[in-house]
T-cell receptor, first 119, second 113 residues
């Protein structure tokens, strides 16, 4: 059963600490997305990769957030230093974007999320 | 400025009846629309989609209708079941290289037994 795997599921940390969230996309998928869900903003896109290359990180606060894909099976989202306003659920999603099926690019599959609390 | 709007934060329906969830969009360049369902403590899951070349797509109890002139789409669930109780997100994407999905804020559906 293919699925997107995220770790940690829950994280409580103190303000100023570094937080790293990890994501294993579905095998064979070539797009990876990081989203943040808050009550007020809904699902905010933080970063988007295709074939491991960052395509769009305009939604990500650059001063403290960074996203990388060290290899095709791992995506990371790092917050340094963390702040209480970063408390949210962070979702990773993956999809398949090919020339043969351009519309399938839009169907993405989410992990269960990483619940972050910064105190 | 919300390009995809779900104006009803919540909806309550009796089991067996029809649930209609609405979504409006402002960008006429959107060419693909999706509905996702989200249970508490889980990630959103893909439910159904529709291309702008169609006005209806049906999958079992779920039907999505698209009215391009009104920039409006709706999700119909018939008959509604208690297990359908979840938050439903509408999302849209544009043509070309713009793969970014634009999301609504969601509608929380409660189906009462």
């Amino acid at each position: 059963d293919a699925r997107v795997t995220q770790t940690p599921r829950h994280k409580v940390t103190e303000m100023g600490q570094e937080v790293t969230m990890r994501c294993q996309p579905i095998l064979g998928h070539n797009t990876v997305f990081w989203y943040r869900q808050t009550m007020m903003q809904g699902l905010e896109l933080l970063a988007y990769f295709r074939n491991r290359a960052p395509l769009d990180d305009s939604g990500m606060p650059k001063d403290r957030f960074s996203a990388e894909m060290p290899d095709a099976t791992l995506a990371t989202l790092k917050i340094q230093p963390s702040e209480p306003r970063d408390s949210a659920v962070y979702f990773c999603a993956s999809g398949l974007d090919t020339l043969e099926s351009p519309q399938s690019r839009n169907t993405i599959y989410f992990g269960e999320g990483s619940w972050l609390t910064v105190v | 400025d919300q390009q995809v709007k779900q104006n009803s934060p919540s909806l309550s329906v009796q089991e067996g009846r029809i649930s209609i969830l609405n979504c409006d969009y402002t960008n006429s360049m959107f060419d693909y629309f999706l509905w996702y369902k989200k249970y508490p403590a889980e990630g959103p899951t893909f439910l159904i989609s529709i291309s702008s070349i169609k006005d209806k797509n049906e999958d079992g109890r779920f039907t999505v209708f698209l009215n391009k002139s009104a920039k409006h789409l709706s999700l119909h669930i018939v008959p509604s079941q208690p297990g359908d109780s979840a938050v439903y997100f509408c999302a849209a994407s544009g043509a070309g290289n713009n793969r970014k999905l634009i999301w609504g804020l969601g509608t929380s559906l409660a189906v009462n037994p």
